[in-house]
């Protein structure tokens, strides 16, 4: 999968869209799993899309003002409301892009935990890479669902 990214209909109320990079260690292949992610992040209209690295390849290097979020299950679990409002606060700030990075099979390095905005936990179990990249875009399109006051996300 690669990135794909597409006009937003904030840019035209005059807010920047933020755009929403997965970034991943391993290749998702074309089960299920990469198909939901897919799925996922084509309903974000702000732009969504995963990059897949190999195993002990470097991470590529973030652009200026980007925010990085880093998962890892020694991290903060959010609810969905406070992620969004995390994501919503960094793109009225002008941030243009976040990037969500899930680490290699033995974690992320302590550099890149210490480097990080946010280290994010999606709870305390420890998923599956393909499922933990699931449950990510779809909590990513429910966070542009509640900020956009979409009726797809209910308290």
Do not use: N
């Amino acid at each position: 999968m690669g990135l794909r990214f597409r006009r937003s209909a904030e840019k035209s109320r005059g807010r920047a869209a933020l755009k929403l990079s997965i970034i991943a260690y391993g290749k998702a292949g074309r089960g299920p799993e990469a198909e939901l992610v897919d799925r996922y992040c084509k309903r974000i209209p702000w732009g969504a899309g995963v990059t897949e690295l190999g195993e002990g390849a470097p991470l590529p290097p973030a652009p200026l003002g980007s925010r990085t979020v880093v998962l890892d299950e020694r991290g903060t679990a959010l609810s969905s409301e406070t992620l969004a409002r995390r994501l919503g606060q960094w793109r009225d700030e002008g941030v243009r892009e976040t990037r969500f990075l899930l680490g290699p099979a033995d974690g992320h390095r302590a550099e890149t935990r210490a480097g990080a905005d946010l280290v994010l936990a999606l709870g305390p179990a420890t998923w599956p890479h393909l499922l933990a990249r699931a449950m990510l875009a779809e909590q990513l399109y429910r966070a542009w669902s509640i900020l956009a006051g979409h009726p797809y996300h209910r308290d």
